[in-house]
């Protein structure tokens, strides 16, 4: 089954960039789907397709999907995107869903 | 505004049986897939199961595979999850989530499974 890779926690500083990272064999052939989770409420989904933005999520989150890595990149962090954040994907050889295990972003 | 409500979760012994339901409202929701994602206590998320709009495919994660069943009443904008010869390690939160083929783009708050004797 597919497997995904997420670094378990990055911290950074308000007004400065974190970069989240999800490993998969050939991840680049995939669409991948980020979604931001806090603490106590249900996840939110913040990128689709790669580097598309549902709307109401601001232009700070962005994401990107090459090789066997994708990224999700949150600029001019805020307090308020200290969270957890996971990556997801359908494995099409049989259907299912797989999600990383999770990247908690702290805010220092 | 799109609504998910998740109902039916409790205190289940091991190999007991319990029905979740989520029910739908904001949506036309026959015409969506859906999804149950769960979160045991400090984990990550997990995928379940999946159904598609008119409920002729499902799919169901190899950890509940032969145990659980998805299934939905488009009459009655429902989606049910039903799970049976609980286990310990399936305790934990569980989601239900629409499908938007680009992604889970709305979920429920969720429902608390406690699978315990």
């Known amino acids: 089954s597919y497997v995904l890779t997420q670094t378990p926690s990055v911290s950074v500083a308000p007004g400065q960039t974190a970069t989240i990272t999800c490993g998969g064999k050939?991840?680049?052939?995939?669409?991948v789907h980020w979604y931001q989770q806090k603490p106590g409420q249900a996840p939110v989904l913040v990128v689709y397709?790669?580097?598309a933005r549902p709307s109401g999520i601001p232009e700070r989150f962005s994401g990107s999907n090459s090789g066997n890595t994708a990224t999700l990149t949150i600029r001019r962090v805020e307090a308020g995107d200290e969270a957890d954040y996971y990556c997801?994907?359908?494995?099409?050889?049989?259907?299912?869903?797989?999600f990383g295990a999770g990247t908690k972003v702290t805010v220092l | 505004q799109v609504q998910l409500v998740e109902s039916g979760g409790g205190v289940v012994q091991p190999g007991g049986s319990l029905r979740l339901s989520c029910a739908g409202s904001g949506f036309t929701f026959s015409t969506y897939g859906m999804h149950w994602v769960r979160q045991a206590p400090g984990k990550g998320l997990e995928w379940v199961a999946f159904i598609n709009y008119d409920g002729t495919k499902k799919y169901h994660a190899d950890s509940v595979k032969g145990r659980f069943t998805i299934s939905r009443d488009n009459s009655k904008n429902t989606l049910y999850l039903q799970m049976n010869s609980l286990r310990t390690e399936d305790a934990a939160v569980y989601f239900c989530a629409k499908d938007w083929w680009r992604g889970l783009d709305y979920w429920g708050q969720g429902t608390l499974v406690t699978v315990s004797s």
């Open positions: 397709d790669d580097s």
């Open positions: 050939n991840i680049e052939t995939k669409s």
């Open positions: 997801q994907v359908r494995d099409s050889t049989n259907d299912h869903y797989v």
